[in-house]
Nanobody, 121 residues
Framework: QVQLVESGGGLVQPGGSLRLSCAAS????????MAWYRQAPGKEREWVAV???????GYSGSVKGRFTISRDMYKNTVDLQMNSLKPEDTAVYYC???????????????WGQGTLVTVSS
C-alpha cells in the first residue's frame, strides 16, 4: 500500500520561510499529479499547489509568487518551498498524490497525515 509522509512543518515568524517535503513509498507503477493542500483551524481543506507528471505547476491565488512546488520523479518526492509566510498561512499541510499501483486498473488518490505550519511572532 502506498504511503505519503510529510516533514518540515514547524513554527516560523511572519516573513520567514519554510520547506515542506513529502515522500511516497510502497508499490508504485506511476504517480501522476502530486499536490499540497492545507486546512486552517475551523476551515475546509483547500488546494495550495500541484505539479503534474509533465512538470506543469499550478498555484492557488493566495500563495502564487510566494510558494514553489517541486518534484523529484525518480525519488517520488514533492517539496513545497514557502517564502514570505503570513499568519494566514497557518494550517495543517497535506501531501496528495494520484498513484497507480501494480495490478490496479486505475489511479488512486493517496493522502499524507499532515504537518503543522504555524506562522506567528
Amino acid at each position: 500500500q502506498v504511503q505519503l509522509v510529510e516533514s518540515g512543518g514547524g513554527l516560523v515568524q511572519p516573513g520567514g520561510s519554510l520547506r515542506l517535503s513529502c515522500a511516497a513509498s510502497g508499490s508504485i507503477v506511476n504517480i501522476n499529479a502530486m499536490a499540497w493542500y492545507r486546512q486552517a483551524p475551523g476551515k475546509e481543506r483547500e488546494w495550495v499547489a500541484v505539479t503534474t507528471s509533465s512538470s506543469t505547476t499550478g498555484y492557488s491565488g493566495s500563495v502564487k509568487g510566494r510558494f514553489t512546488i517541486s518534484r523529484d520523479m525518480y525519488k517520488n518526492t514533492v517539496d513545497l518551498q514557502m517564502n514570505s509566510l503570513k499568519p494566514e498561512d497557518t494550517a495543517v499541510y497535506y501531501c496528495n498524490a494520484n498513484v497507480l499501483e501494480p495490478g490496479s486498473p486505475r489511479s488512486l488518490e493517496v493522502w499524507g497525515q499532515g504537518t503543522l505550519v504555524t506562522v506567528s511572532s
